[in-house]
């Protein structure tokens, strides 16, 4: 079964400084991958979505891809106390399946 | 307003009494998915359609059933309900499969006794 890894946390990050979330996954096949915050209680919200490697920027939130060797990285710049949430991976797999994989989510807090 | 509504949004019942939890969106969306999510573990897909009369096995397909009649339903069928599908269950649509972002719905938190 493939696999999508994150540190489940929770990860302290003081109000204005940089949250940088990590995911790594198995499938070196995989293709498209997600990044999705959660709030206690509430369904998963997409945040970025990131196809090729490199860098994807929107707003303070910045998607890094590096399929060599297979981690996708969230970061949050001037992270804000409603940042505070379990951030989610999602990976989806190679052609010909429709399976999306998610990690367990990293817990992020961010302190005032 | 574009969504994905699940009902019912709570349920508490007994072993072995059928269930169906209903999923439908407005977005005229392809692909339909379930997911349960429990501590520790994550989301992990139940099962997932690509268009009508189109459904196949996620990762933990085992005790569930779904049907896909009308492009905009997705209902999940548990007809053996057993504790250890005690969960939080979430239905998710995409335009057309899961390389696209999904749009989630509320959620269906059941209770199994």
């Known amino acids: 079964q493939k696999e999508v890894e994150q540190n489940s946390g929770p990860l302290s990050v003081p109000e204005g400084a940089i949250a940088s979330l990590n995911c790594t996954y198995s499938?070196?096949?995989?293709?498209?991958f997600f990044w999705y915050r959660q709030y206690s209680g509430k369904s998963p919200e997409l945040i970025m979505f990131i196809y090729s490697n490199g860098d994807k920027e929107d707003g303070r939130f910045t998607a890094q891809l590096n399929k060599a060797s297979q981690y996708v990285s969230l970061l949050i710049r001037d992270s804000q106390p409603s940042d505070s949430a379990t951030y989610l991976c999602a990976v989806k797999e190679v052609y010909g399946n429709e399976k999306l994989t998610f990690g367990t989510g990293t817990r992020l807090t961010i302190i005032p | 307003e574009a969504q994905v509504t699940q009902n019912p949004r709570y349920l508490i019942t007994v072993t072995g009494k059928k269930l169906t939890v209903t999923c439908s969106q407005n977005m005229n969306h392809e692909y339909m998915s379930w997911y349960r999510q429990d501590p520790g573990l994550g989301l992990r897909q139940i099962y997932y359609s690509m268009n009508v009369e189109v459904t196949d096995k996620g990762d933990v397909p085992e005790g569930y059933k779904v049907s896909r009649k009308e492009k905009r339903n997705f209902p999940l069928i548990l007809e053996s309900p057993s504790p250890n599908q005690t969960s939080l269950y979430f239905c998710?649509?995409?335009?057309?499969?899961?390389?696209?972002?999904?749009?989630f719905g509320d959620g269906t938190r059941l209770s199994i006794l």
């Open positions: 998710a649509s995409s335009p057309r499969g899961a390389a696209q972002p999904q749009h």
């Open positions: 499938d070196r096949g995989s293709q498209s």
